[in-house]
């Protein structure tokens, strides 16, 4: 079955950066398209960035620059590099896969404090 594990979340200061990762598994990695949300408290669940199967990136207006998506395919893995992290950035990151429907990780926590 399809399942989607994130890591790489944590405590960071303003300004300072992390690297979230997805592992997939169960499905065929290199040919699907892979995004990454984020879901804040008290607020709705939504897109961070996106990536096509063929490696075209997309970004919500609110990155700004700061973040990169990019995937490996041999090692099945999806990443979301932060740079420039703003304490409105603090969220539970998910990564979601679209595999006949949509499926997502349990969330790592990105916390952007002094």
């Known amino acids: 079955q399809v399942q989607l594990v994130e890591s790489g979340g944590g405590l960071v200061q303003p300004g300072g950066s992390l690297r979230l990762s997805c592992a997939g598994s169960?499905?065929?990695?290199?040919?699907?398209?892979m995004s990454w949300y984020r879901q804040a408290p008290g607020k709705e669940r939504e897109l961070v960035a996106a990536?096509?199967?063929?490696?075209?990136?997309n970004y919500a207006d609110f990155v700004e620059g700061r973040f990169t998506i990019f995937k490996n395919n041999v090692l099945k893995r999806m990443y979301l590099q932060m740079n420039s992290l703003k304490p409105e950035d603090t969220a539970v990151y998910y990564c979601?896969?679209?595999?006949?429907?949509?499926?997502w990780g349990q969330g790592t926590q990105v916390t952007v404090s002094s």
């Open positions: 990536i096509s199967a063929g490696g075209t990136p």
């Open positions: 169960g499905f065929t990695f290199r040919i699907y398209g």
């Open positions: 979601n896969a679209h595999v006949n429907r949509a499926y």
